[in-house]
């Protein structure tokens, strides 16, 4: 096509993926070397991280826990604190997050939340055309041109006078972008990310007096912290930029991580501007970490909840980790959605967010995330009114004692064959959604993202593990999950249309979903073998 211009790569740089219009503004030789510099210098590194992760899990697999490090005691013991937070950070009471489509964006940077999440990572499919495009949705956004008509519904979306301010999330160290090969070698998708959107938009960002601010997902020590922070210091370095410009906020979204936050924040402190309570993927990782642990199979999904056992143990820690060494401590997500046509429903959605954002502010959080525009006001009016000030930092929660035991505690409740019924319907259909290229899925009356998927099929993995008795007294084992499976596969059928149903890509989700839930072995992430579906 005569608007498609060919791409000029540099030296040991090939692009596997389709080029689209406006491609060549984002995948640019300048734009494409800086990338490749990076991953030269840095993707050994996280290879050999990865496999410390997979050594790590097999001492979990025989037996052992998380604790907490004997060799960096020092440094939670020692008297330091993160460098200076930048003005336009101070105040992150309500968060937004979602995936980097030109109209999400715009929707969301015009919210009224304090801060937009724009997600390369568990909110966002990575089909390369999305990657892609994202990268040219968040360039037009500090260009002053992401203005667009849906061509759709012929709405015109324009970006309104106080957007939030940006934060971007790139995939974890874990994901590959295989589209992009450097020296013969598929590149990490955490580096392209990255690395395209602070070559593009660094000094557009501080020009109009914010800056490159990230989201780090799924750190699973202080050596993957450390190993963003040299990423940092070389972009810095080549883009001419002062070191600790640069500002992200970490995830806590893994077991392992929450037994490191000192040191994470330490090793980041020249660009930390806080930690993140991760809930949904900190379940699944609890699960994941211990799955092999009889002594750890949890409740239903719906019985984990954030004001008990090992949650509520890990969220006041994150506080007072924070607060002590100048951090922001933000808080969970709030998943729900506007409930149509039910008004008693959606009032009882909207007091669910109410209390679980009261607990986070009460107990000292800084912020909190919600996953839809409505939800912002809900939030913005609790931390208003609990938290009238920019932020918490002074709450220091020395009275929090949070040891090894607490971090472990599982949450007491039931499991029913209901709970397990639905997560093969949420699990099935999410995966459904992101093998047509969509992160954030509305299902029942919930904003899912990977993560939901993650524990649905985490949790059905175990139960047919170790055939855990499930209330009265059905066996969780493989043969009532291939009984399960193709009746409530006739249930979302039902709920969905049975044309919608046939137009969609069930058939490649459900076996996914089957393997996955029966393997012998734990796949760590199901994102990584769904990957190779997408185009």
Not at 101 to 128: Q, T
């Amino acid at each position: 096509m005569s608007d498609i211009p060919a791409l000029s790569l540099p030296p040991g740089v090939a692009i596997k993926g389709a080029v689209q219009p406006r491609f060549d503004e984002i995948l640019t030789p300048e734009a494409l070397a800086f990338v490749a510099e990076l991953h030269r210098r840095f993707n050994e590194t996280r290879k050999r991280l990865l496999a410390v992760r997979a050594e790590r899990q097999k001492r979990f697999d025989a037996g052992e826990t998380p604790d907490f490090l004997a060799e960096t005691r020092h440094i939670r013991e020692g008297d330091w604190s993160v460098a200076p937070i930048p003005a336009d950070l101070q105040d992150r009471r309500v968060e937004i997050t979602g995936p980097v489509d030109r109209k999400m964006i715009i929707n969301a940077l015009n919210s009224g939340a304090k801060v937009f999440m724009a997600d390369f990572e568990d909110a966002s499919s990575p089909v390369w055309t999305n990657m892609v495009e994202g990268q040219i949705n968040l360039r037009d956004r500090w260009a002053n041109r992401i203005d667009f008509t849906d061509p759709a519904s012929g709405k015109d979306y324009k970006l309104g006078a106080k957007p939030a301010v940006l934060i971007i999330r790139p995939r974890g160290w874990h994901l590959p972008e295989r589209h992009i090969e450097i020296d013969g070698e598929e590149a990490s998708g955490s580096l392209v990310d990255f690395g395209l959107y602070v070559f593009h938009n660094a000094k557009a960002a501080l020009a109009a007096g914010s800056g490159p601010y990230f989201y780090l997902p799924k750190l699973e020590s202080h050596l993957e912290a450390r190993l963003w922070n040299d990423v940092f210091v070389a972009a810095q370095s080549a883009l001419g930029l002062k070191n600790g410009t640069i500002k992200a906020t970490v995830l806590i979204e893994t077991l392992p991580a929450a037994f490191e936050m000192d040191e994470i924040l330490y090793e980041l402190r020249e660009h930390m501007a806080g930690l993140n309570c991760g809930r949904w993927d900190y379940i699944f990782s609890f699960i994941k970490k211990l799955a092999r642990n009889k002594a750890y199979v949890l409740p239903d999904r719906s019985q984990v909840v954030m004001s008990k056992a090992f949650l509520r143990a890990y969220s006041l820690l994150l506080i007072k980790t924070c607060h002590k060494r100048g951090a922001f401590a933000m808080g969970g997500m709030a998943a729900q959605i506007p409930v149509k046509n039910n008004p008693e429903a959606n009032a009882a959605a909207f007091a669910k967010v109410r209390a679980d954002k009261e607990r986070e502010a009460g107990d000292g959080h800084d912020g909190t995330w919600v996953a839809h525009p409505d939800l912002v006001p809900v939030a913005m009016e609790v931390f208003d009114r609990l938290m009238p000030q920019a932020n918490q930092l002074g709450k220091t929660r020395d009275d929090v004692n949070i040891g090894t035991t607490d971090l472990l505690e599982v949450h007491q409740g039931t499991r029913t064959e209901e709970g397990f019924r639905e997560n093969i319907r949420v699990g099935v259909q999410y995966i459904e959604a992101w093998l047509r290229g969509r992160g954030a899925v509305p299902i029942y009356n919930m904003m899912e993202d990977a993560a939901t998927a993650e524990i649905s099929r985490a949790q059905i993995w175990q139960f047919v593990q170790y055939g855990v008795e499930l209330e009265g007294g059905v066996k969780a084992d493989a043969d009532l999950f291939k009984r399960c499976l193709p009746e409530e596969m006739e249930r979302v059928k039902g709920e969905l249309g049975a044309d919608v149903y046939a137009k969609g890509r069930f058939p490649e989700a459900i076996a996914l979903f089957e393997k996955l839930s029966l393997a012998p072995n734990f796949e760590d992430f199901l994102t990584v073998p769904a990957y190779a579906k997408l185009s």
